[in-house]
């Protein structure tokens, strides 16, 4: 039985990579995609939201969140709450209805799915008979009204769905107790409107498309009032105190009915066209709230002019003689006003609106003058401006932290004080261990500094590099600015803004160190800048260097896009990040790659066309290094001109196949006797290599590339070490630079001492240049220290974060290529070991990051490893230095190219990916760092009625979470589909843009793609696991 055991096996090692490693799905970062229905608890203070995919999504208090998925995957057309429970029920596009429920298990809530339920008409009744239009749960909590296409009202007792067929309000029923002028019209079709009684439980009122509403008596089955409108019905509502209805119609007017025995009269008592009086769109919805100072508000969706508005997605606020319409990006799913809760009040009161829009969320507060808007502590739009890249950094210092902070307050200033109103559950995670970054590059030139502790992903500073440049708009533009006297009183609000005034403003790579505050970004035509922290604004020039990357070389003609235009003389910046010099690669390509050494002053940038370094304390260039192969042309089209390299690269694939087969073909022997001896080569060849699989499972042949593909001096990775490069008995300052053709390229620096930094030149001269057998593009450099730990960063040791490094051993360099891991001893980078991955099988590394996985037993111990993320959407962890596979996880659908791109790891096992436009997906690999929701919503707790109190805040507060292990996956459990909520953004362009994303630095687009979920079961729970 010992042949059967695999190599190596050690049970206590098992154990300990137990303690180690676990794979979880934490949380969803951002606002979700394609979201299609809105509900509000007022009892619970808790706000739904459900989209086409199926998803239901629940947010209470700052890190009180809850996911569920119907096991359907259909369109959330409707989301209800029942009246002081803790359920909700949700309607679906195929008709079906779905009870939800949040119970308390072990300490905390989870979100689960009770039952389902199809409404059944009578045999031989039309499908629209039962098409449910409109759903009011009744106050009683036990019965569920349905409005149908057909105009009858269904009812439904809870739990159970149980149809209560005696007690169905059909159109006939209805129609026996219209007067005879109302019943020669055609008054029924669907319901549009359901609404109870506020303050009688037996009365609901019934809207009908046509125009006709009744005010229905329960109890006596008979029509108590009616009102005929001669435009068609959109939606109704009560008044507070039940003595008056307010209608909206198709025409954009509005209307108001009194409802008291007196009156019987058919007329409203007022009407009006707020927009009028030239054709205007329909008004889908309205509320009629009352407020302790007499004046009501009127608040409505739509109702704009027809010919000159018709296109705008607005919603207008009607109060105390001001008017104001505000104007959406996005389309608006629904909106809800938040008052008074408590139905013995009086009045209303309304305090907020909350709008859900396509592609963000926006609160305003009603209560303070100019109804400013309130800052999100969660939902945050993500992709305002289409993401480009991301940088994630860990253990921020709390200097610069607060340095950040104080800088984005100043940029909050327009946002409303009043605190978060939508504050149900209690967060139970305990804070979370350490501040951490995530910042984001977006294609209109900005830099988002995102903080990333907790549950909430909460925006802290905007940083625009649009003020560097001349661009077609002036940046001190207001285009939300209109005159008081204009009409309609349009408001632009939200961040939402898909157009960019110029798509080479895009971010394409960012570095921070956290301990200097030097910042790098750079762009889509080639611009560099360097930024440092200030915290008062400033007016200066910033000093402008060009790398010319071809240095001068013949034949050679960018055909691609041009520079951006520098701004010149001194611009004004806000405090906060503020750039001093700029470097302008020339050709202006995408900038792929970008390191920056803050304690030497130097910043290290490649394109496709090669790499330089940059003296920014000097303001002067050290040197350039062009890598453009000969052949590769393809590399001056610029990212406009791919069509052709597409074709070239399919073409060259095809010929890679055809050689392969044909040199496989030559190989073999002729005749019989050749024929016998191929035979047994063939077996003893399998033979071998079942040895090897049992040895090293994941090793596979590797084919090589050609060195005429295209693109082979695409920079991909640049390093900066402080190694032994020349001889082993000197270290010094080196750059090491990997490219899409499997060459290292390593250059020795020479950096003057701090007191003379400023008087003498930085020098470089290059050492090595390695060349990879396979020539697989270089995804990642690292050098290990005599004890075969990652070097620390660049002024980690002065802060005392980290130990010195061991300058006494041989130091290793690790080169992680597409396609293996190899380490090299230097400074002879004599090859040492190497991993090879599946590259027959197209496995491929598309990102790797070193992470320190700290045990969950022992507080002390820790290791570091590599995170890898393949195109498979597969995530391993390999140890260093004796590149030993530890585990492997299914983390992101193969299809997902979107996702696997925008992958980043952190420095503590955890990571992030792009679900759709607008979410992060958060992971953790280690069983120590998890940041999870943990939170409890208890329906017999009563909440109190006070409204959110307008204070000197600058913002939300931040409640974050951590510490739960469902969804988990550990190392020894096989690959299968979890209970995870993810988008698969599939498109048949995609199959294109994976061939693209190696040439033009795995950045994808957006536009155009269809949303998948995947699922087992329907219940995602926020409760605690075992460890």
């Not at 204070?951 to 988990?968: A, E, I, Y």
């Amino acid at each position: 039985m010992r042949r059967f055991l695999r190599t190596g096996h050690d049970p206590a090692r098992e154990r300990l990579k137990r303690d180690l490693f676990q794979f979880n799905k934490t949380v969803e970062h951002g606002f979700p995609h394609q979201p299609s229905a809105l509900g509000y608890s007022p009892s619970l203070r808790i706000l739904a939201i459900g989209t086409r995919s199926g998803a239901v999504k629940l947010y209470g208090a700052p890190g009180v969140e809850f996911m569920g998925l119907h096991r359907e995957n259909n369109a959330v057309m409707q989301i209800h709450f029942l009246p002081g429970q803790c359920e909700l029920v949700t309607l679906l596009d195929d008709n079906s209805l779905h009870l939800w429920s949040l119970k308390v298990k072990g300490g905390v809530s989870e979100l689960q799915e009770e039952e389902s339920f199809i409404l059944r008409g009578p045999p031989g009744a039309a499908p629209s008979a039962t098409q449910i239009t409109e759903i009011l749960p009744h106050s009683s909590r036990e019965l569920l009204y349905l409005g149908t296409e057909s105009g009858s009202v269904f009812v439904v007792q809870l739990p159970g769905f149980r149809t209560l067929d005696d007690r169905t309000i059909s159109s006939d029923s209805v129609l026996q107790w219209l007067p005879e002028e109302a019943r020669h019209r055609r008054v029924f079709e669907m319901v549009e409107a359901l609404q109870e009684h506020p303050r009688d439980p037996n009365q609901i009122l019934i809207g009908y498309s046509r125009g006709l509403v009744v005010v229905w008596d329960l109890q006596g089955s008979r029509v108590l009032y009616h009102f005929l409108s001669s435009q068609q019905l959109e939606n109704a509502s009560w008044q507070r105190d039940g003595s008056l209805i307010v209608t909206c119609h198709s025409d954009g007017s509005h209307c108001q009915w009194s409802v008291c025995s007196d009156s019987r009269s058919p007329e409203p008592l007022r009407s009006s066209i707020p927009y009028g009086p030239f054709p205007c769109k329909a008004i889908t919805k309205i509320f009629w709230l009352t407020t302790r100072q007499g004046l009501p508000f009127t608040i409505f969706q739509g109702g704009m002019p027809r010919a000159s508005y018709g296109d705008r997605h607005c919603i207008s606020v009607v109060h105390n003689g001001q008017q104001t319409a505000f104007d959406f990006t996005s389309r608006v799913i629904d909106f809800t006003v938040l008052s008074e809760a408590d139905p013995a009040a009086a009045f209303d009161d309304p305090y907020a609106l909350v709008v859900l829009a396509e592609e963000e969320l926006v609160v305003i507060d009603l209560q303070t003058a100019g109804w400013p808007q309130v800052q999100l502590p969660y939902l945050a739009s993500l992709h305002c401006s289409a993401i480009t890249c991301s940088h994630h950094v860990s253990n921020i210092p709390l200097k610069l932290w607060e340095r950040v902070i104080a800088a984005g307050s100043r940029q909050n200033l327009h946002f409303s004080t009043m605190e978060w109103p939508i504050d149900g559950g209690t967060s139970l995670a305990p804070p979370p261990p350490q501040r951490d970054l995530l910042l984001t590059g977006h294609e209109d030139g900005t830099v988002r500094f995102w903080d990333a502790s907790g549950v909430c992903l909460r925006l802290l500073y905007k940083l625009s590099t649009v003020k560097v440049f001349l661009t077609d708009t002036d940046p001190n533009e207001n285009l939300s600015a209109q005159g008081e006297d204009e009409w309609p009183p349009l408001r632009k609000v939200g961040s939402f803004d898909p157009y960019s005034d110029d798509p080479r403003l895009g971010i394409q790579k960012i570095f921070l160190c956290k301990y200097s505050g030097y910042l790098a970004v750079a762009g889509t035509a080639g611009q560099v800048l360097v930024l440092e922290l200030n915290d008062e604004a400033a007016e200066h020039a910033v000093e402008q260097a060009e790398a010319d990357l071809l240095q001068d070389q013949e034949g050679y003609r960018w055909k691609g896009h041009e520079r951006l235009a520098a701004r010149p003389g001194p611009v004004c910046f806000e405090a906060g990040f503020q750039p001093f010099v700029l470097v302008q690669c020339q050709p202006p390509a995408v900038v792929t790659s970008l390191a920056l050494h803050s304690e030497w002053r130097l910043v290290a940038f490649g394109t496709s066309h090669g790499f330089g370094l940059f003296d920014h304390q000097q303001r002067r260039q050290v040197f350039v290094k062009c890598t453009l192969h000969p052949s590769d042309q393809l590399a001056l089209e610029g990212p406009l001109s791919r069509v052709k390299s597409l074709k070239k690269s399919l073409r060259q694939s095809f010929r890679r196949m055809r050689r392969s087969r044909v040199s496989g073909h030559k190989r073999r022997p002729g005749g019989p006797m050749g024929e016998a001896q191929a035979q047994a080569v063939s077996t003893k060849a399998e033979r071998t290599g079942l040895q090897n699989m049992e040895l090293a499972p994941v090793q596979r042949k590797i084919e090589a590339r050609s060195a005429e593909d295209s693109f082979t001096g695409f920079v991909r990775t640049l390093y900066f070490a402080d190694t032994y490069l020349r001889d082993s008995s000197r270290h010094c300052p080196s750059l090491w630079a990997g490219t899409n053709g499997g060459t290292v390229y390593a250059f020795s620096l020479r950096v003057p001492p701090a007191e003379r930094r400023m008087d003498e030149l930085v020098r470089a001269e290059q050492a090595k240049e390695i060349q990879l057998m396979h020539r697989a593009p270089v995804v990642g450099i690292l050098v290990l220290d005599g004890h075969s730990v990652p070097l620390p960063e660049p002024l980690e040791v002065a802060h005392d974060l980290s130990k010195s490094p061991d300058m006494q051993g041989s130091h290793q360099l690790l080169v992680v290529s597409e396609e293996q891991f190899k380490v090299f001893t230097l400074p002879k980078v004599s090859a040492k070991l190497k991993l090879k991955l599946t590259a027959l099988e197209g496995s491929r590394v598309r990102r790797v990051g070193v992470a320190h996985f700290g045990s969950c037993r022992a507080e002390d111990y820790g290791e570091h490893h590599l995170a890898v993320l393949t195109n498979l959407g597969d995530i391993q962890v390999v140890s260093m230095p004796l590149l030993k596979p530890q585990v492997r996880y299914s983390c992101i659908r193969r299809e997902d190219v979107s996702g696997i791109a925008s992958c980043v790891f952190t420095r503590y096992g955890q990571g992030f990916y792009l679900i759709s436009p607008s979410e992060f997906e958060r992971f953790s690999l280690s069983t120590k760092w998890l940041v999870e929701p943990r939170c409890l919503v208890d329906s017999t707790k009563t909440k109190n009625y006070n409204r959110p109190s307008n204070g000197n805040g600058t913002g939300p507060k931040r409640t974050s979470g951590q510490v739960r292990n469902s969804r988990s996956q550990s190392d020894s459990e096989e690959k299968k589909p979890g209970p995870v909520m993810e988008h698969a953004l599939l498109n048949d362009e995609w199959v294109l843009k994976e061939i693209q994303s190696t040439l033009e630095g795995d950045r994808g687009s957006y536009s155009h793609r269809r949303s998948h979920r995947v699922a087992v079961g329907c219940s995602l729970g926020n409760g605690e696991g075992g460890s």
